[in-house]
C-alpha cells in the first residue's frame, strides 16, 4: 500500500524505480551505474543536498528578468503619461507574438505594468480594511476611466481599462469558495466584470487578429452571467491565433473542469483537438498542456488523463522547448506540484506517481541550472494568485525543494560517496 502523506511525497521516489522497473525501462531513462560503496563522507553530508550536489543556481532567470523590465516598461510609460507610445508597444508585440524566454506575452506584461500602480493601491487599501467608497478603491479606476475617453477609439487602452476592472473585481473577492465571500464584495466583483465586459464587447469583433484581446475575452468568462460565447469556443480562437504560447492551453484545460463551463469528457476532448491542431508546434504536448493544470487541482480529471499521451507530450514539449525554464517548469510539475492532492483518489495516484516518473529523466538529462522561483511557484500549484510576503524566502523555499528531490533521485549515487555535478553536457559524477 502506497504512503498516503503529501508530507511522505519526497519517500515515493524509491516507488517510483520500483514501478519502472516492474514495466521496463521507460523512455529517456538511463541504466543504473556501477557505483562504488558508501564512505563515511556520504555519511556525514546525508540530509544536506548541498554537500553533494552542484548546480548553478539563478535566483532571477532570465524569464524573471524579462518579465519585470516589460511590466517596468508598461509601468513607466503609463506615469510619464505617454499612451500613444504604450499603445503602440502592445499593439506591436501583440502581433509579433513576443513573449519571454518562459512563454509570457509582452503585450501582456507591458498592459499589466500599465494598471499595476492602480491595482496594487485596491489590493492595498482592501487588506487594510477600507471600505467601497475610500479614495484608495475608486480613485485609481477612475482615472484609467477618464482616460479612456481620450483615446475611446484605441483597443489597446481599452483592453488595459477592462483589465484593471478584472483585476479589481478579483482583489474584492478574493480566492475563498462564494460560500466564505460576503455578500458585498462579490456584488463588487460582480459589478467590475460586468464594466469590463461592457469595455470588452465592442472589441470582441477584432479579436480576430489580436492574442490579448482574444485573452482579454476569455479573462471575463470567471464574470459571466448570460451567454458571452462558448468558452471552448473562445478558447480554440485564442491558442489559433497563438499556438506558441502554452498559457492559453493550460487555462482552457482549468475552464474545462465542471467547477467552471465544462465536464471531464469536454476536457479530454478539447486537450485531444489542441493536441492535433498544435501538432506542428508541440507535437503531443497540446494534451499536456490542456491537461496540465487541470490534473493537480481535480482528482476526478487526474484518475481520467491519458497518461502515456501526457507523457508523451512531456518529451515532445522538451523537444520543441528545450530551454531551462522549460526544463525547471516541467520538472517542478512533476516532482512538486503534482503531490496536491495526493492520498485521495487512489486511481488519481497512480496516475500521479506514474507522470512524476518522468521528473527522473528530466532532471538527468535535460536540468543544467536551477530556477527556485519555479519550484517554489510548484509548491503552490502554480496558483497566480498567491500572496509572497519575501522573495528572497519564498526563492529559499523553492530551492530547498528543489535540492531535495534532486538529492533524493541520486540517492543511490550519493550513498555510494559520489558527488553530482550539473554541466551544460550532462551530469558528472566524482567522489566526494
Known amino acids: 500500500m502506497l504512503n498516503r502523506s503529501r508530507q511522505a511525497w519526497y519517500s515515493l521516489f524509491p516507488l517510483l524505480t520500483a514501478f519502472k522497473s516492474s514495466r ?12 562504488p560503496a558508501p564512505n563515511d563522507t556520504a555519511r556525514e553530508h546525508a540530509g544536506k543536498p548541498e554537500h553533494f550536489l552542484d548546480i548553478p543556481v539563478l535566483d532571477q532567470s532570465r524569464d524573471d528578468r524579462a518579465c519585470r523590465q516589460a511590466q517596468e516598461r508598461g509601468q513607466f510609460l503609463a ?28 503585450a501582456e506584461l507591458l498592459a499589466y505594468g500599465a ?10 487599501a482592501l487588506q487594510d480594511g477600507k471600505s467601497g467608497r475610500e479614495r484608495p478603491l475608486i480613485e485609481g479606476i477612475s482615472m484609467l476611466e477618464e482616460l479612456r475617453m481620450e ?6 487602452i481599452n483592453v488595459i481599462v477592462a483589465l484593471a476592472h478584472v483585476d479589481t473585481a478579483w482583489a474584492w473577492r478574493g480566492n475563498g469558495n462564494d460560500a466564505a465571500v460576503p ?34 475575452g476569455c479573462a471575463l468568462l470567471a464574470g459571466q452571467k448570460g451567454p458571452l460565447g462558448k468558452a471552448a469556443d473562445l478558447y480554440e480562437k485564442l491558442i489559433d491565433l497563438d499556438p506558441q504560447n502554452q498559457r492559453h492551453m493550460r487555462a482552457l484545460g482549468n475552464h ?13 476532448l478539447e486537450a485531444r483537438r489542441t493536441a492535433s491542431r498544435t501538432q506542428n508546434v508541440w507535437g503531443a504536448g497540446g494534451y499536456t498542456w490542456v491537461c496540465f493544470d487541470a490534473i493537480t487541482i481535480d482528482e476526478e480529471a ?42 485521495l483518489n487512489e486511481e488519481a495516484d497512480l496516475a500521479r506517481l506514474q507522470i512524476a516518473e518522468a521528473a527522473n529523466w528530466l532532471i538527468r538529462d535535460h536540468l543544467t541550472e536551477l530556477h527556485p522561483m519555479i519550484w ?17 524566502r519564498f526563492a529559499a523555499r523553492g530551492r530547498a525543494d528543489a535540492l531535495h528531490v534532486i538529492a533524493d533521485m541520486f540517492q543511490d549515487e550519493i550513498s555510494r560517496g559520489l558527488h553530482v555535478t550539473f554541466t551544460p553536457n550532462g551530469t558528472k559524477l566524482r567522489p566526494i
Not at 474545462?256 to 479530454?268: T, V
Open 24 to 35: 521496463g525501462m521507460s523512455k529517456g531513462a538511463r541504466a543504473p551505474l556501477a557505483l
Open 79 to 106: 506615469r510619464q503619461d505617454r499612451w500613444e507610445d504604450l499603445s503602440q508597444e502592445i499593439r506591436d508585440a501583440d502581433a509579433a507574438r513576443e513573449t519571454t524566454p518562459g512563454g509570457m506575452p509582452i
Open 115 to 124: 494598471r499595476a500602480d492602480v491595482i496594487h493601491a485596491v489590493e492595498h
Open 151 to 156: 483615446y475611446e477609439d484605441d483597443p489597446f
Open 183 to 216: 455578500r458585498a464584495r462579490r456584488e463588487r466583483f460582480a459589478a467590475h466584470f460586468d464594466r469590463a465586459e461592457a469595455l470588452m464587447r465592442p472589441l470582441l469583433s477584432e479579436a480576430t487578429q489580436s492574442p490579448i484581446l482574444a485573452s482579454a
Open 256 to 268: 474545462m473542469l465542471p467547477r467552471w463551463f465544462g465536464s471531464y469528457d469536454e476536457l479530454e
Open 302 to 343: 487526474c484518475a481520467r488523463v491519458d497518461v502515456p499521451f501526457f507523457i508523451d507530450g512531456l518529451q515532445d514539449i522538451i523537444k520543441a522547448r528545450p530551454n531551462q525554464e522549460m526544463v525547471n517548469l516541467l520538472a517542478a510539475y512533476c516532482a512538486i506540484a503534482l503531490r496536491n492532492g495526493l492520498g
Open 376 to 392: 517554489a511557484h510548484a509548491a503552490d500549484g502554480f496558483d497566480n494568485n498567491a500572496r509572497i510576503t519575501s522573495a528572497s
